[in-house]
């Protein structure tokens, strides 16, 4: 991505129920008016440009009795000769993660312009995620986005919702203050999203994928409030008793809308359950935890969930927190720690701006032996192995004070002492230059952080 720009623009915009799919069959359809200002018409049509169905043939000079008639023929030639109208553009949400509130469709410009709603839950407006159809193979559509916390300098778009690429450079005379996303489409459908998405499937995909295989369990951790199944993978092989393994706990996505992370997190786990000789020795050393997805239902429900009411699931690692995911999560790093068989707590976070990945490791400053000592060699690895396309510097990032509840600064205050903990902001965009389609620096990230978790563990100078 060439740029992206974060504003702190908050446009919350009244609370309203946005349609899910726009415009419905027998809803109100916008079209735009002869002026080229969309208006309503309540049966499809605007009164003003017929359908080539409906055209009505002129008479034909020809048309006399007793001669022969070639009307059919003549007709069908000045059919041939109309321009044919495109079919009008629509937009639709209706599927898990879905989340746009289309304001205009000018269907003359082939231009989309769209918010991202207002859940009553709150939150960052920072997710989107829509399905535009009637598209003409070969033509051109733009989306502007005109409201929003971060606007990405390339959106992403993908025809058949699996694989996915950026969309073009707009420019930047063009594009101005506005989130300007144009593509040319090759085909009648195309989704269109701020980052490729990472849904309950893709987890459940994982789950999947890595059933079977030597040295991982998959297992539940809890049902998340709207009842859907926070899932989790366990890497654990051969016969080193429990307490002579190294206890790693990773989880991503407590802000939903953080795609990068669950990303990170499932080439992590597709490199970890392979064969390659440092993976099979991590499964070997460590009793290891990774949770692709914690708040499962913002991911579903298209929210950005971040400061959603009345508080994230990062701000949940607290005395008594309130979300299932948290809690459980909770519950068993606290277990771990108890039994001295928590060494590591990574929480995976995403987007950082800069093209490269960070630490957030706020303790860090006033850290003391043994964390300091760990936490160090624990940098160093990451440096070493992190190169990228999302490069990692060594160093640790402190800014946030250490009242903040959030999971990252949990685990270097609320631990023993030998524990290195923190988060890792993964950047959305890949650095200049490298222009490798989506998620593919993310999951050569998350294999990466899996080699300097080994690199580390296997360090002889780790302190207990
Ligand atoms: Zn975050």
């Given at each position: 991505m060439a740029s992206i720009a974060l504003t702190s623009r908050l446009d919350y915009l009244a609370t309203r129920k946005f349609p899910k799919e726009f415009p419905a069959p027998g809803r109100a359809r916008l079209r735009p008016s002869r002026g080229g200002t969309p208006r309503i018409s309540?049966?499809?049509?605007?009164?003003?440009s017929p359908s080539p169905t409906h055209l009505t043939i002129p008479r034909s000079p020809f048309d006399i009795p007793d001669m022969p008639r070639p009307f059919p023929l003549i007709a069908l030639a000045l059919l041939l000769a109309l321009p044919t109208r495109a079919a009008d553009l629509a937009v639709s949400t209706d599927f898990p993660g879905g989340a746009a509130q289309v304001t205009a469709i000018d269907q003359t410009a082939r231009l989309i312009t769209f918010k991202i709603p207002t859940p009553k839950q709150g939150g960052w407006q920072s997710w989107w995620y829509l399905k535009v159809s009637g598209i003409t193979p070969g033509e051109k559509v733009t989306l502007h986005l005109t409201n929003g916390v971060a606007h990405a300098g390339r959106a992403v778009y993908s025809t058949d919702g699996k694989s996915w690429k950026y969309t073009e450079i707009v420019t930047f005379e063009e594009k101005g203050k506005r989130a300007l996303y144009r593509q040319k489409i090759d085909a009648a459908e195309a989704y269109f999203a701020w980052y490729q998405p990472y849904l309950p499937e893709n987890a459940q995909q994982l789950i999947k994928d890595a059933t079977g295989k030597p040295g991982v369990e998959t297992f539940e951790l809890c049902k998340s409030e709207e009842g859907l199944p926070v899932v989790g993978l366990r890497f654990r092989e051969g016969d080193r008793p429990d307490d002579k393994r190294l206890g790693v706990w990773i989880h991503a996505r407590q802000h939903a809308w953080e795609t990068g992370g669950s990303w990170a997190a499932d080439g992590l786990a597709r490199w970890l359950m392979s064969d390659d000789a440092r993976a099979k020795n991590l499964r070997q050393i460590a009793d290891f935890t990774l949770i692709p997805i914690m708040d499962v239902d913002s991911v579903a429900g298209g929210r950005g969930g971040k400061d959603q009411k009345p508080h994230d699931h990062n701000r949940d690692w607290i005395d008594e927190p309130i979300w299932a995911a948290t809690k459980a999560a909770m519950a068993r790093v606290k277990a771990m720690d108890a039994a001295s068989r928590l060494d590591l707590f990574l929480d995976l976070h995403d987007p950082g701006w800069a093209g490269n990945i960070e630490f957030w490791c706020h303790l860090y400053p006033k850290m003391t032996d043994p964390r300091k000592h760990n936490t160090d060699l624990f940098l160093a690895a990451g440096k070493r192995e992190i190169t990228g396309p999302l490069a990692f510097n060594g160093k640790a990032v402190s800014k946030y004070a250490l009242t903040t509840p959030s999971s990252g600064i949990w685990a270097t205050l609320k631990t023993k002492e030998k524990v290195v903990g923190g988060t890792f902001e993964i950047g959305v965009a890949p650095p200049r230059g490298h222009d490798a389609d989506p998620p593919s620096h993310h999951l050569t990230c998350g294999k990466q952080i899996g080699l300097a978790v080994e690199a580390y563990l296997a360090d002889a100078t780790r302190k207990p």
């Open positions: 309540k049966n499809g049509s605007d009164g003003a």
